[in-house]
T-cell receptor
Framework: AQSVSQHNHHVILSEAASLELGCNYS??????LFWYVQYPGQHLQLLLK??????LVKGIKGFEAEFIKSKFSFNLRKPSVQWSDTAEYFC?????????????FGTGTRLKVLA | GAGVSQSPSNKVTEKGKDVELRCDPI?????LYWYRQSLGQGLEFLIY????????KSGLPSDRFSAERTGGSVSTLTIQRTQQEDSAVYLC??????????????FGPGTRLTVL
């Protein structure tokens, strides 16, 4: 069965530290990839997405993610985090199969940024 | 513009009671999804609607769960004879398409269900 793994469940960083959140998936075919963020008290919103082309994708608020097909990974990065980045981050995979519409979500990573 | 809306935002019920959760998708979005988010868990897929096609109910955890979508728009998720393990945040999402580019899902704020 297809699955998405986010190995870091809780991450605590100081402001200005660099961030990398891991995301690995198990599916050998073409995929669409997403990172969603859920700020405290708010609903899930899209951070960035990858469909095709340049494997380095830039999203909102200075976030970026790199798709490495050979490693089945789509890690999220930010060079310098801010206190306002405190949130829960979810990686999601949509296998590009005919008739396939499901997103498979990881269990999420809770990021806390200390001021 | 209007996003996905859900009601109620919070629901507290007693074990054994039935509950109905409502989702209004973004206008023009043909696909609608229900997920369940439990503490420490990811988003668990429940059910999917696409236009007038038969829904995919493969994620529903038991026959106490059901959902319908009237007129291709508003959807209602019903949980009968609620159990304490049903306590979770129930999320609704909609998308313009179901695969390929532009199949980004837009999420509602969720309904937090607490079963006492």
């Amino acid at each position: 069965a297809q699955s998405v793994s986010q190995h870091n469940h809780h991450v605590i960083l100081s402001e200005a530290a660099s961030l990398e959140l891991g995301c690995n998936y198990s599916y050998g075919g073409t995929v669409n990839l997403f990172w969603y963020v859920q700020y405290p008290g708010q609903h899930l919103q899209l951070l960035l997405k990858y469909f095709s082309g340049d494997p380095l994708v830039k999203g909102i608020k200075g976030f970026e993610a790199e798709f490495i097909k050979s490693k089945f990974s789509f890690n999220l990065r930010k060079p310098s985090v801010q206190w306002s980045d405190t949130a829960e981050y979810f990686c999601a995979v949509n296998p590009e199969l005919s008739g396939t519409y499901k997103y498979i979500f990881g269990t999420g990573t809770r990021l806390k940024v200390l001021a | 513009g209007a996003g996905v809306s859900q009601s109620p935002s919070n629901k507290v019920t007693e074990k054994g009671k039935d509950v109905e959760l409502r989702c209004d998708p973004i206008s023009g979005h043909t696909a609608l999804y229900w997920y369940r988010q439990s503490l420490g868990q990811g988003l668990e897929f429940l059910i999917y609607f696409q236009g007038n096609s038969a829904p995919d109910k493969s994620g529903l955890p038991s026959d106490r769960f059901s959902a319908e979508r009237t007129g291709g728009s508003v959807s209602t998720l019903t949980i009968q004879r609620t159990q304490q393990e049903d306590s979770a945040v129930y999320l609704c999402a909609s998308s313009r398409r179901t695969s390929g580019s532009n199949n980004e899902q837009f999420f509602g704020p969720g309904t937090r269900l607490t079963v006492l």
